[in-house]
Structures are given as structure tokens and as C-alpha cells.
């Protein structure tokens, strides 16, 4: 009797070149946009949100309306970013260029709109963001403004975080090379970006805007983004 030795196939789960891989080896040129990408998103929502806060002032009422009208946004970014990305991955040069001038564009239109046009949308409360020119505004108002009117301006002043949320799940595509890899590139991934949240929530929140201002910080995250 011969017996013949079985060979192993890899199967549909363990692709031959599954197996040669190390899961640790993440590229370094998905971690510069990993955290630079976490560092900018939570930046930009220290930034915008210290200007809403002198639209709308920072009450308990306002600040989780504007925290949800951001997170919003972020998920809007992700869905949208996702589609993109799986019907034109071929073309990814165009939709990276499309995603940044877009979000760029997005993110300087409302710091370049005087805030007087704001006011008649009661938009615009009494607070510290310039007196003269509340007090010679009729519609400013004092106290908290209309949750619902504050959620949908926090949204139209924010729009630009859309665009800007829609290169993760790019950077996430990138990074899947093999369905057998996701878990471990994505966890990857999502710890070099959560890393970047913390480093941009602390330097835009502590020194950024103490020593550039809310247009001066904002300039120096839309440069990130390029």
C-alpha cells in the first residue's frame, strides 16, 4: 500500500499570501494620513467651536446640540466617502483632490461671511464675540437660542466636515489589501487616528488658538489637509 502524502490547499479564508503576512507591519504611509486626518477632524472641531460658541454661546443647552450636529456630519462624511470610494477606487487620485478642495472650500466659506448675516436667523446672541457690533445689530438677542435653529446652523456652519470625514473609509480601502487583513489594518488604522484626535483636541484646544486665533488655526489645519 503507497501512501501518498496530502497536500495542504490554503483555503478560501487563508490565502496563501495570508499566511506570509504580518499583521503588525502597517505602512508608514498609511499612518502619516491616519493621524494627520484624526489630528485635523478634532481640531477643526475645536476651532468651529469656539466660534459657534460666540454665535450661539456655550450653554448646556447649545453644546450637545452643536456635539451632535459635528458627529452628524462626521457619519455623513463616512457613508458618502464609503460610496465614493468603492464605485471609483480606480480613480482615487480625482476623488482625494475632490475631497480636499471641497472640504477646504467648505470649511473658509463661513469664517469669511460677516456675522451680522447670521443675525436675522437668530443666529447671533449676545456674548463676547464683538460688542459694538452686537449692540448695534437689532436682532441679537440674549439667552439661550431655538435648539432646533441651533442644530441646523451648527450643520450649515460645519458643512465642510462632510468632505473632510470622507477620506477615512479612502485610507480604510486603501489599507484592506486582503479581506483575511481588515480587522487587524483597520484596528490599526483607528488607533493612529484616535491617537491624532488627542494630539489635535490638546494643541488646538491649549496653543493653537491661544496663539493664532480662530482664522490663524483654521489656516494652519486646512494646510494639514493639503
Known amino acids: 500500500i503507497v501512501y501518498k502524502k496530502e497536500e495542504r490547499l490554503p483555503g478560501p479564508q487563508e490565502p496563501e499570501e495570508l499566511l506570509r503576512q504580518n499583521p503588525l507591519k502597517f505602512p508608514v504611509e498609511l499612518i502619516v494620513p491616519s493621524f494627520l486626518l484624526g489630528f485635523s477632524s478634532l481640531a477643526l472641531e475645536m476651532i468651529l467651536f469656539r466660534v459657534l460658541s460666540n454665535y450661539l454661546t456655550m450653554s448646556s443647552l447649545v453644546y450637545p446640540v452643536m456635539l451632535s450636529g459635528f458627529l452628524v456630519l462626521m457619519a455623513v462624511g463616512n457613508y458618502i466617502g464609503g460610496l465614493w470610494i468603492d464605485r471609483s477606487f480606480s480613480d482615487r487620485s480625482n476623488l482625494i483632490l475632490r475631497l480636499g478642495v471641497g472640504a477646504i472650500i467648505l470649511l473658509t466659506i463661513p469664517f469669511l461671511l460677516p456675522p451680522s ?110
Open 117 to 226: 448675516l447670521f443675525a436675522r436667523l437668530g443666529a447671533l446672541v449676545f456674548t463676547s464675540f464683538n460688542g459694538q457690533l452686537v449692540s448695534a445689530v437689532s436682532y441679537a438677542r440674549v439667552g439661550d437660542p431655538n435648539p432646533v435653529m441651533s442644530f441646523v446652523f451648527s450643520l450649515v456652519f460645519m458643512i465642510g466636515i462632510v468632505p473632510l470625514a470622507g477620506f477615512f473609509p479612502l485610507i480604510a480601502r486603501v489599507a484592506t489589501t486582503t479581506i483575511g487583513m481588515a480587522g487587524s489594518r483597520f484596528a490599526l488604522l483607528l488607533f493612529w487616528y484616535t491617537v491624532g484626535n488627542i494630539l489635535g483636541l490638546f494643541f488646538a484646544g491649549l496653543f493653537v488658538l491661544e496663539w493664532f486665533g480662530a482664522v490663524g488655526s483654521l489656516n494652519i489645519v486646512l494646510a494639514l489637509i493639503l
